[in-house]
């Protein structure tokens, strides 16, 4: 990867919708040359795909959570992997160190739905022993992973 590579992902990661033409300007490339350098990065898996940012409050899913997930045995892990695959729910699912085996990110309408969750597709996965739970009061910062954005010069003390 050079400086145009990495510059191409910064411009791709502030705007994944810029056209050719654009992208091509800033890199001081003709337009089919930008689009070829972002092939080769979307082919060696560097850019892994290209999405919308939603707002799920407007769907009617305004409650986020973590549960922390602890599975009995080892020999559930399987099972419990492909069970978390089916939950539309879950956003995320990482393999976590320390007491909890697993750390879900949720979002759902509200409590009602959350304890449904929990209670009726989590705790019924063969193998879990125990769920820990905690409601997002407030998000203060939520970005998709980009080394290459741009920071800024004085980091604010909010």
Request: charged share 25%; proline share 2%; hydrophobic share 40%.
């Amino acid at each position: 990867m050079d400086d145009l590579d990495t510059k191409a992902l910064a411009l791709l990661c502030e705007n994944g919708r810029i056209s050719w033409a654009e992208l091509a300007q800033h890199l001081q490339l003709s337009a089919p040359a930008a689009a070829e350098r972002v092939r080769k990065l979307e082919e060696r898996g560097i850019i892994r795909g290209y999405t919308a940012l939603l707002d799920a409050a407007s769907f009617g899913y305004g409650l986020a959570a973590f549960v922390a997930v602890t599975l009995g045995k080892c020999k559930h892990r399987k099972a419990f992997l492909r069970a978390i695959k089916k939950l539309p729910e879950v956003l995320e699912c990482h393999r976590t160190t320390g007491e909890d085996d697993y750390l879900l990110k949720v979002l759902v309408r509200d409590t009602a739905h959350l304890d449904t969750l929990v209670t009726d597709s989590l705790r019924t996965i063969d193998g879990v022993q125990r769920t820990k739970t905690s409601v997002v009061l407030s998000t203060i910062k939520e970005t998709a992973f980009s080394h290459f954005r741009r920071v800024p010069a004085a980091a604010s003390t909010e």
